[in-house]
């Protein structure tokens, strides 16, 4: 990544910097722990509009902007063709909202620019009064600074993003190695993720739980409905290990467990269309430890997609349709993230080389409990408050520095 960021000429990672108000020293070496979250702020401030982007990300931008006005025009076009299909007609509509803000910001930005040179000739013109050239010069000035706003966040607007990220999310929490113990872990992390859900204001919606013998999560799977959910939990996917001493241990001998943890984005019916001849559809008796888990009828379903082999089982709940439903959405996102994870394997190989791969095979994070400590080996932060962390408090510890890594792979994306 640092390779392609001094390919831009070095100033792409500064500008990145700024937008994000993070100091550069401290961006170039982040600490070894950070004891308190600290996500940086959005906001631009005064400072930061007064530093121009590199000239070489501006001539980009200019050339995409160029590209987007024209698609913008082509769009338009189409949408008010009489003849247009529904189909083309929808797509067309579809596509020209998605580029509205940016089409805003473009005009906006021309605008200003406009204004600028307007009034540079009032400033430089000798025939105009003195006070009539001191209010240009200030005018010029305060439109100078909105300019250097303006491309900011034309720029933040052009950079790649994952159409995916304002999308509600499916949870899915497995036990791995680690027996008994990897399922008393999964449930900790199942409840993590609750509890980091209602600190968001986000919907928390168990789909199925399937206990093991001592009460732990075997798996556990559940949505998480809110602005913006899927683009903060997506990096969460991966294994999560876990080094403490099980409650089943007798000698105090620390063991070490893992979990799998997947985040799937919600797909809609339109994303993801599903015929009757491509499912198999069996129900069964749901089972469970005992008691009242145990249905007397056959409530439990299991949908197999026939073409892709991806098969969902759900019997949390007592009726078999709402049990079906369930199963649907979930077999939706589990294909839509297939389909998802083939256009990433055709992108370039810089697209490719980027966090977010979804590879679930990577150990991504450890919980070390004797030491009270949380590291993520991705973005080589650790944090020292375990027990924070499990109650979905500090998070975005880790979660802040991935999306900061992301957004600097989208620079290096964008320069490419």
């Known amino acids: 990544m640092q390779h392609h960021l001094r390919r831009c000429g070095g100033g792409a990672l500064a500008a990145l910097r700024r937008l994000r108000h993070i ?39 200019e050339q995409r902007m160029k590209l987007i006005e024209q698609r913008s025009a082509y769009l338009q076009e189409q949408i008010n063709q009489p003849a247009a299909l529904p189909e083309e007609y929808s797509r067309a509509n579809k596509e020209f909202r998605k580029l509205e803000n940016t089409m805003e910001l473009i005009k906006g930005l021309r605008s200003k620019r406009e204004e600028i040179e307007g009034l540079k ?16 010069a200030e005018e010029l000035l305060e439109a100078v600074e909105e300019e250097k706003r303006l491309q900011h966040e034309l720029f933040r607007a052009l950079l790649p993003k994952d159409e995916a ?17 990897a399922s008393l872990f999964a449930m900790d992390i199942f409840r993590m993720y609750e509890k980091y859900a209602q600190k968001n204001g986000w919907k928390f919606d168990v789909i199925d739980i399937m206990e093991s013998a001592v009460k732990g999560y075997k798996e556990a799977s559940g949505t998480i409905s809110g602005p913006g959910a899927f683009g903060k939990l997506k990096f969460e996917s991966g294994i999560h290990r876990v080094q ?55 409530s439990a379903v299991r949908i197999t997609h026939i073409p892709t082999g991806t098969v969902v089982a759900i019997q949390d709940e007592r009726s078999q349709r709402m049990n079906k439903a369930k199963a649907l959405k979930v077999l939706r996102a589990r294909l839509y993230e297939i389909e998802r994870q083939r256009l990433h394997m055709d992108r370039s190989k810089l697209r490719s080389e980027q966090i977010g791969s ?7 994070r450890t919980y070390n409990f004797p030491q009270g400590r949380v590291t993520d080996h991705r973005v080589g932060i650790t944090h020292h408050s375990i027990a924070d962390v499990m109650e979905g408090e500090n998070l975005d510890v880790f979660i802040d520095a991935l999306l900061l890594q992301e957004e600097m792979d989208a620079i290096a994306s964008f320069a490419a």
């Open 23 to 61: 100091p550069s020293a401290a961006a170039a070496s982040p600490p070894a722990a950070w004891r308190c979250p600290c996500p940086p702020p959005r906001l631009y401030s005064t400072a930061e509009m007064s530093q121009q982007l590199p000239a070489n990300l501006v001539a980009i931008m």
């Open 121 to 136: 000739s009032l400033v430089t013109n000798a025939r105009e009064e003195n006070d009539m050239r001191e209010m240009a």
């Open 165 to 181: 990220d304002e999308r509600d999310c499916i949870l899915e929490v497995r036990a791995g190695t680690g027996g008994e113990e």
């Open 244 to 298: 403490r001493v099980p409650v089943t241990e007798k000698s105090g001998r620390v063991h070490t467990s893992a979990v799998s943890v997947a985040v799937l984005p919600q797909a809609d019916e339109v994303d993801v269309q599903l015929r009757n001849e491509d499912l198999r559809i069996d129900t069964y008796r749901s089972g469970g430890s005992g008691g009242q888990s145990v249905n007397t009828t056959d």
């Open 358 to 364: 979804g590879d679930r095979s990577e150990r991504i």
